[in-house]
């Protein structure tokens, strides 16, 4: 806890920004003030505020974007107030807590897990897969088989006080009805750039609650929930898993950059393909968060409410997105 709030302490912009009331900064501002920046962390949601300053402790005392990304959402793995990542996230309608992650370099190397019980840190797990497996993803019992080889801790599986709370009172309807930017914003994704501008990306979540058992979302789906190509940029996605896997969202934003758009435009316009692939739009949430070689930054959202952190060496921020609809 300390590291964090020392780096947060240390950045006279950052702290200005993130006192009550003046927390977040507009995207506009935000792209005039830190473009070109190197290095730069990303990450989806308020949480993304710890997990960036994790991941840039970790770039300055020598480690590598990867580690970067990883050691940032291990951090949100264990914030016990969190609800949509981690084992203490809420459950499944069965009132089993299951993970999913994923991690890549720009290299191309990439790992995931899923459908994952028992373990603190699916993130790490997702790296052994890329780093020690001729694999790219595992998941259910073989992942947990993959934890227990690599030493990984096997935790005793009950839910968390709060996540045991919010079941049991939803058990008394059953009723499966998300709520925009509560239960859809089942992640924290983090894209990050070193200062010799490789790039790396991570995510990891406990998916959306009181899903049916066995469900996987976007996160673990190279190209879905995240892609990373260090000759183009990164991107990252949040909200309806199953909305973003219809438009293999994050491959898409990717490819978009690659073909000259921008961050921005490549998020704008992935949102209004995944608008037109999905019904019941009002009721579903998803945002896209984006980044190119040159250091510009991109996010977007169906519906207002979506947030993402931005850091560099001299700032940690919250920035609000933009998004299709307004509210």
């Known amino acids: 806890m300390s590291h964090r709030r020392k780096f947060i302490k240390q950045s006279l912009l950052g702290s200005a920004l993130l006192i009550p009331g003046v927390s977040t900064i507009s995207e506009a501002k935000a792209t005039s003030l830190f473009k070109g920046e190197k290095p730069l962390i990303l990450s989806t949601w308020n949480h993304g505020l710890p997990a960036n300053a994790a991941a840039m402790e970790k770039l ?6 990867v580690d970067a990304v990883e050691t940032g959402v291990r951090d949100t793995e264990l914030d016990l107030s969190n609800l949509s ?3 203490q996230g809420l459950p499944d309608r069965e009132g089993i807590t299951t993970l999913d992650a994923s991690i890549m370099s720009g290299d191309g190397s990439c790992g995931a897990v899923a459908f994952v019980r028992q373990v603190k840190h699916p993130i790490s797990l997702a790296r052994v897969v890329m780093e020690k497996t001729p694999h790219v993803m595992i998941v259910g019992e073989g992942a947990k088989q993959l934890a227990i080889a690599e030493g990984f801790p096997i935790e005793k599986e009950e839910l ?4 045991k709370k919010e079941y049991l009172k939803w058990k008394e309807t ?4 998300p709520v925009i930017n509560i239960e859809n914003h089942d992640t924290i994704g983090m894209i990050g750039m070193d200062a010799k501008g490789n790039l790396a990306g991570s995510c990891t979540t406990s998916g959306l609650a009181y899903k ?3 469900r996987v979302g976007d996160s673990p789906i190279i190209g879905a929930g995240l892609f990373v190509d260090n000759e183009v940029g990164a991107a990252t996605a949040t909200g309806l898993g199953e909305s973003i896997i219809r438009i293999c969202g994050s491959f898409l934003i990717v490819e978009l950059m690659r073909h000259g758009r921008t961050p921005q435009e490549a998020c704008e316009e992935a949102v209004k393909r995944l608008i037109a692939k999905n019904k019941n ?9 984006a980044i190119n ?4 930054v991109g ?19 919250m920035i609000d997105s933009k998004s299709h609809f307004n509210g």
């Open 160 to 163: 968390s006080p709060n996540a």
């Open 293 to 296: 070689k040159d250091g510009e």
């Open 174 to 177: 059953s009723q499966y009805k």
């Open 60 to 65: 300055k005392a020598g480690g590598s974007i």
């Open 281 to 289: 739009i009002k009721d579903l949430q998803a945002g896209f968060l």
């Open 299 to 317: 996010a977007y959202a169906v519906h207002p409410g979506f947030n993402f952190a931005q850091a560099t060496l001299k700032s940690n921020v």
């Open 212 to 214: 049916m058992h066995g």
């Open 85 to 87: 990542v981690g084992l």
